[in-house]
């Protein structure tokens, strides 16, 4: 019998839709960011551990966010959204189990343990969806539920987990961004501490913290990677905004420079995008940092980088697809190694049949357990984790299928850089993460048509 865990499904149910996108035109104006989309879903799940109800703002208007509004809702969770405003409690909270129909949808169901084990000293969880950039399996979330005293077991249908948690130390034997999350929920209304090491540092985790902590938490970031959480007995309410969306900054930047142009990403936190900006200036791209956000401008060819993703303050894994794009334009050969993910180049064979010059390769790793963040098990030999790109080479226009949400967002820009019509099939899963993400770029200038 195969467990939820192995059999973590990755589709995205979200329906077929076709966009126009006429490429080669420099983008140019301002664009406004976002609330950050891997914050923002997270925050509704974490007031559900209050009574009391909280404001949220500044949130994404994005379908995954809408998708956890559902899920609360059906759980008899207190929400009212309004664009970007939402009230959340827990107060009425009725259920222990997320309906089935949730399963598959994306990576939110797992958040709702700390909220509902709770309440409730139980949960069912799902299969989880998300974007099909690996397996993506919740070992290290699990073993870590287990560590604060909750009993866990793995079906064929999804979780079910048990306890009141008590509170415990566990480290993580790799770094995980989601699972640092939610053991930090499932952590804070412990009987006891908890001692989290080895966690991960990404900006949205702060972000869930300071939520936490202004309804009342006891949460607190220690040098080497260690994150203390008192337990407390009760949360309050607040009214907190959600920050902006670092993933959103970058797509913008990368349009700037990509397309020869001059783009202020309003919103854009330097301290969030600090090793980007520092590859953005190695390949000699230009940026100035202003009060209220970041102007990139081309000015200059570029040259080839070298990068490798790694957990946050690396070089984001989400960032590597839109930055490929940018080395095409670049004058030599570059290399992009993927470290996080097994499986993230599914959006190259797109970037080649526009005309790209790159070719995938595996490259030597003396210890690839401590290398790669993505379990060993779960690798294949037809996966390549790193690719060597020549530029600078004219793009094509494409007609295309979009795998996921960031090659999506990677192949949307390569358009806007081709010369020609493209043609992209399941844009949709780009309002997974991208609010307004058409006017967006038809407001700096792009053609896009199809999608409303
Ligand atoms: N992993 C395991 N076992 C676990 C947990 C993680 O094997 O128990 C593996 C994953 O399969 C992956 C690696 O460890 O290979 C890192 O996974 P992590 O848990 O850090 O990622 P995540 O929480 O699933 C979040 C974002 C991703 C972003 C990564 C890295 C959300 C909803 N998703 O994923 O965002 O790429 O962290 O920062 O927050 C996206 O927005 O498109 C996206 C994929």
Not at 203 to 231: T, Y
């Amino acid at each position: 019998m195969q467990s939820a865990n192995q059999k973590v499904k990755k589709e995205n149910r979200i329906d077929s839709s076709a966009i126009i996108v006429e490429g080669s035109k420099p983008l140019r104006g301002e664009v406004k960011l976002s609330g950050a989309k891997n914050s923002g879903f997270k925050l509704l799940v974490a007031a559900l551990l209050s009574d009391e109800n909280s404001q949220i703002s500044n949130l994404p208007e994005i379908t995954d966010l809408l998708l956890t509004t559902n899920i609360i809702k059906e759980l008899g969770g207190n929400i009212s959204l309004d664009g970007k405003v939402a009230k959340v409690s827990g107060s009425n909270l009725r259920t222990y189990k997320i309906p089935n129909k949730f399963s598959d949808m994306s990576r939110a169901n797992i958040y709702f343990v700390g909220p509902l084990i709770h309440r409730f000293g139980k949960v069912f969880i799902p299969l989880l969806g998300g974007c099909d950039i690996g397996a993506r399996p919740l070992n290290r979330h699990m073993q870590g539920f287990r560590a604060l005293g909750i009993k866990v077991e793995d079906k064929k249908d999804g979780w079910y987990l048990q306890g009141h948690p008590k509170g415990g130390h566990y480290k993580f034997p790799k770094v995980t961004h989601g699972g640092t999350e939610t053991l930090i929920l499932a952590s804070v209304l412990a009987s006891g501490t908890t001692i989290l090491d080895n966690a991960a540092l990404e900006p949205e985790i702060d972000d869930i913290i300071s939520f936490l902590n202004s309804l009342g938490a006891k949460i607190q970031r220690k040098p080497r990677r260690r994150i203390i959480i008192e337990g407390v007995d009760k949360l309050h309410g607040s009214s907190y905004t959600c920050m902006p969306d670092r993933n959103e900054a970058v797509t913008y930047a990368v349009a700037a420079l990509a397309t020869k142009g001059d783009i202020f990403v309003k919103g854009a936190r330097a301290s969030d995008l600090a090793i980007f900006l520092q590859k953005v200036s190695e390949a000699g791209g230009s940026f100035h940092i202003e009060k209220d956000g970041i102007r990139f401008k081309y000015n200059q060819l570029l040259s080839s980088t070298n990068i490798t993703t790694k957990a946050h303050p690396g070089f984001m894994t989400d960032w590597q697809s839109l930055w490929t794009i940018l080395m095409t334009q670049a004058n030599g050969i570059s290399t992009v190694k993927e470290t996080i993910f097994e499986n993230r180049f599914q959006h190259i064979s797109f970037l080649m049949q526009m005309g790209a010059n790159i070719s995938f390769f595996n490259p030597k790793v003396i210890n690839k357990e401590k290398y790669y963040d993505f379990n060993i098990s779960d690798d294949s030999p037809k996966y390549f984790h790193a690719i060597k790109i020549k530029g600078p080479t004219p793009l094509q226009s494409v007609q295309a299928k979009i795998p996921d949400l960031r090659g999506g967002a990677t192949i949307l820009l390569a358009s806007l850089v081709a010369e020609g019509q493209s043609r992209l099939e399941n844009a949709d899963i780009i309002k997974r993460g991208y609010s307004d993400f058409v006017s967006n770029f038809r407001k700096i200038g792009a053609k896009i048509e199809g999608v409303s």
